[in-house]
């Protein structure tokens, strides 16, 4: 051929030569590199699931942010652990006895950051609570003054019955008319009735369910929508010589709350997560959906292989060549990078699917040589021959390919271009090295001289009969493809990259619905307080602008009004929590006398109130513990429970409330430390908080919101900002990288096709996949991501093999329709069917991100097949090519 020099083809079959002289001992230094590479592999592979490192380090935003981790590393690496409770009292009870028990494992946690637990707001709490809400408590709290005296003596069932009794009592008084000025209760005596009627029909129903004296007080009898959530934060300690550095820490907070009952059984639900939940359940997902995907991916390969080779050695010897190889380039890239990340990891699945390819090329050349009655030698010679110059080519256009990543700013790509790139270049050099071995030290047998006669063939054969009607509904393809362009979506959020079914995620999921911990804020870091605070203040005039935060939004309005109020509940309070009072604990006996007494006065109300809200309540608390107490043959055990489901959460409670009557006046300098701390840097440098009024999971409510903030300061960093120019820079760096891989995989044919014809054989079919790709991702609504965005710039590189090998053979047959009796039809339908099960078992991968790839990749190479069987045949019936007549040889 004029295109590949004799010179190399034959140093090609010299080289294989070599490596059939010395099978045994190419056979064993192959052993040896992999059990190397395998062991060093073992110590030390590490996987980065960090979205954000996936871009580069370059990038403005990017800058911004570091200069904030920086300035604030204790907003790096946190796990942060969600408490939801059934009630505010359990997610409080919670929070505080899980906080205890992590700061009692400091090697594994740092700091414990509980804000709502600090001493701080434990005294001030009443102060945030707004001028309005806080006068209705206090209302509130003054008319059940004597309620909650008696029960801070005596926090029992016996104490909250026997003053039950009591207020049953007043109320009878003026219901008979016997005291005129009686009747009122000092409570709302009805919710406090029909909440304990709740807690008594659950407890003989066997459900959960605690009293809530946080709610009784606060006027809250009703669950609300905002689910009763608590928060703590920490900074464990990573372990990063392992896959899950943050495993340890996960596990001792799980293993923390299943020992203190912290779990759904209980009224609580505990989950993880923050950015040390998320790398290392990100990473879980992806090891799971890959290792899955490889191993499917194996099965599909050697049931392809099974059909398409026709001989298990030759099976055998390319399973084997293509496990090598993967091992060797696994090493290359932890030797070359270090680490992998979310994108890089798919090399596994990508060299699985290129690699075979160059096996079954040089397998199936070297088993028609064998069909046709050449000898072993001879057979290994006519591949390297026959293939070599070809896979010379499509190892070169693959590489190009991955390579054209390199230089963007989308560094998750370039890692995955450099390892994938160098890995075509692996796989060449063991399908030319390893494999000739193999097949050396077990030759394959003679099979049927029968070539061209499969699906391939046929295929070829029925499309050279209807070539022009084939080009016209191509073209006619490609113009509806073309319209279709307008309408690709990419998608900016790499949220929707991670596995939604992980517990870190769904948690973030969870608190994204939550205004209150909405994460899609706007951070910018000021050169002070000040300056944060009059930045503040001209944000908030934007229309586009919720609300901003800084240190300073943490000392309380109205202080003088409310402090006057929180002093007048002191006053009419603080005797009711004077002495705690030496009164025992009650015995069963006196448990029982004073549930039989209320009992009777239940039902001496509700029969004397019957109408009444009052005596209804009444009526069914009665009735509710009746029916506990009925046929219960331990009532002792039964009041016991009640008690603890109707009052462990009760001293807690008076507790919080006789230290918040200690309120003082509130300055910027009396907030605590660990707040202080996270929003204002030693250095005097402020963080600024920007909450946005739309939804910024629609992206241009997000455009207008980062927009809008950044008109005002250009630093501004975030989550908004970090989805708006992570999408603009992986837009630029898939345009660049598309661009760099036409151009030069068009510069290499061009050099060595040398033929414009030729080359527009080998594009034609490629252009056409390309837009048919893009099309399918619309109609089947699979947008374009951060992990999917690979695939046009790969289509060229992956598909450009299969024209190659059908260009360069039909130059070397004699006569126009010679190929389509040869090996090679075959093996391109073989070798793209093996690159589409390879890449389809991604998509069953449960990460989105992975799965996409999958989806699009297998989307692409379908079609990248239909093209390069079916309009590259038709090409070459309407516009012949010219053949390479001095250079033929009889196959």
């Not at 052993?31 to 996936?54: E, F, G």
């Not at 390919?401 to 995955?416: I, K, M, Q, V």
């Not at 389509?820 to 093996?827: C, D, K, W």
Request: glycine content about 8%; charged content about 20%; hydrophobic content about 50%.
């Amino acid at each position: 051929m004029e295109s590949l020099s004799n010179t190399y083809r034959e140093f090609l079959v010299r080289w294989v030569g070599w490596t059939r002289r010395f099978a045994v001992l190419v056979a064993i230094a192959a052993v040896l590199l992999s059990v190397s590479s395998v062991v060093y592999l073992a110590q030390n592979i590490k996987i980065n699931t960090s979205t954000t490192d996936m871009l580069s380090p370059d990038l403005p935003f990017q800058k911004q942010n570091a200069i904030i981790r920086k300035a604030f590393p204790q907003y790096s690496n946190n796990l942060l652990v969600v408490i939801d409770g059934d009630t505010p009292d359990l997610a409080d009870d919670a929070a505080v006895a899980l906080a205890e028990k992590l700061r009692g494992m400091p090697k594994l946690f740092g700091r414990v950051y509980d804000l709502a637990s600090e001493p701080f707001f434990q005294k001030n709490g009443l102060l945030y609570l707004k001028t309005d809400k806080l006068a209705d408590l206090s209302d509130r709290l003054a008319d059940a003054q004597p309620f909650l005296g008696t029960l801070w003596q005596d926090s029992s069932l016996r104490g909250l019955f026997d003053l039950l009794g009591l207020v049953v009592d007043e109320t009878l008084k003026g219901v008979n008319g016997k005291d005129s000025q009686a009747g009122k209760p000092p409570v709302d005596v009805a919710t406090v009735f029909n909440a304990i009627a709740d807690v008594a029909d659950a407890q003989k129903e066997g459900r959960f369910k605690h009293l809530s004296w946080q709610n009784l007080m606060s006027g809250k009898s009703k669950k609300g929508d905002k689910i009763p959530r608590r928060f703590l934060l920490t900074q464990p300690a990573l372990d990063f010589g392992s896959l899950a550095p943050a495993g340890k820490a996960m596990k001792a907070v799980r293993r923390a709350a299943a020992e203190m009952n912290l779990d759904t059984d209980h009224g609580v639900l505990v989950r993880l997560s923050g950015t040390a939940a998320l790398s290392k359940e990100e990473l879980q997902s992806v090891e799971e959906g890959m290792g899955l995907a490889g191993i499917l991916s194996l099965i599909l390969v050697l049931g392809l292989l099974g059909v398409g080779l026709r001989s298990k050695r030759l099976i055998f010897a390319t399973v084997l060549t293509l496990i090598m190889g993967l091992i060797w380039t696994a090493g290359f890239a932890i030797l070359a990078l270090g680490q992998l990340s979310l994108i890089s990891v798919a090399f596994a699945v990508l060299f699985i699917g290129l690699s075979v390819d160059f096996g079954i090329h040089f397998g199936l050349r070297y088993k028609e040589a064998i069909d046709t009655g050449a000898f072993h030698d001879e057979a290994l010679s006519e591949a390297a021959r026959g293939v070599g110059g070809a896979l010379t080519l499509a190892a070169v256009a693959a590489a190009i390919a991955f390579y054209s990543f390199l230089p963007t700013d989308y560094r998750g790509l370039a890692e995955l271009g450099l390892i994938a790139g160098t890995g075509m270049f692996i796989a060449f050099s063991a399908n030319l090295t390893v494999l000739p071995a193999l097949l050396t030290l077990m030759p394959v047998k003679p099979g049927s001289a029968k070539w061209g006669q499969g699906v391939a063939g046929s295929a070829q054969e029925f499309v050279r009969a209807r070539a022009k009607s084939v080009v016209v509904g191509a073209v006619l393809l490609g113009v509806g493809a073309t319209a279709l362009l307008p309408q690709v979506q990419f998608d900016f959020d790499p949220m929707n990259l991670r596995d939604p079914s992980t517990e870190s995620v769904s948690t973030l999921i969870d608190l994204m619905a939550d205004s209150r911990t909405n994460p899609y804020s706007i951070t910018i870091l000021a050169k002070s307080l000040e300056a944060a605070e009059a930045l503040g203040k001209r944000l908030t005039k934007l229309p586009e602008v919720k609300e901003t935060i800084t240190l300073a939004k943490f000392v309380p309005k109205n202080q003088d009004e409310k402090l006057e109020i929180i002093e007048s509940m002191a006053l009419y309070l603080s005797p009711a929590f004077q002495n705690k009072g030496d009164k025992k604990p009650p015995n069963d006996e006196e448990l029982a006398r004073a549930t039989k007494e209320i009992r009777s006065k239940l039902g001496n109300l509700a029969a004397a109130d019957a109408s009444s809200v009052t005596g209804r309540s009444a009526a069914r608390l009665a009735r509710a513990l009746n029916s506990l107490l009925k046929t219960d043959e331990r009532p002792e055990q039964t009041l016991r429970e009640l008690e603890t489901r109707l009052l462990s959460g009760l001293p807690n409670r008076l507790e919080s409330l006789r230290l918040s009557l200690n309120a003082a006046p509130v300055e910027l300098k009396d907030l605590p430390k660990n707040l202080r701390e996270r929003r204002v840097a030693s250095d005097g440098r402020a963080r600024l908080k920007v909450y946005g009024k739309g939804d910024m999971l629609d992206r241009e409510q997000l455009i207008d919101f980062v927009t809008a903030v950044r008109s005002l300061a250009p630093d501004a960093v975030g989550s908004p900002v970090v989805i708006l120019e992570s999408g603009r820079a992986v837009i630029a760096s898939f345009r660049d990288a598309g661009l760099v891989s036409v151009i030069l995989i068009g510069l290499l044919l061009v050099v060595l096709l040398r033929r414009i014809r030729d080359i527009l054989y080998v594009f034609a079919p490629l252009l056409l996949a390309a837009l048919l790709t893009v099309a399918a991702s619309v109609l089947f609504k699979v947008p374009f991501n951060f992990a999917n965005v690979i695939v046009l710039p790969l289509l060229f590189g992956l598909g450009v093999a299969g024209g190659i090998h059908l260009v360069l053979r039909e130059r070397d047959q004699t006569g126009s329709a010679d190929v389509l009796h040869t090996s090679t039809p075959r093996a391109v339908m073989f070798s793209a069917l093996t690159t589409i099960g390879s890449f389809s078992t991604i998509a069953l991968s449960s990460h989105p991100g992975t799965a996409s790839m999958g989806v699009l990749l297998s989307i692409a190479i379908v079609l990248t097949l239909i093209c390069t069987l079916l309009v590259l045949p038709a090409l070459m019936v309407i516009w012949p090519v010219t053949r390479d007549l001095g250079e033929s040889r009889k196959q």
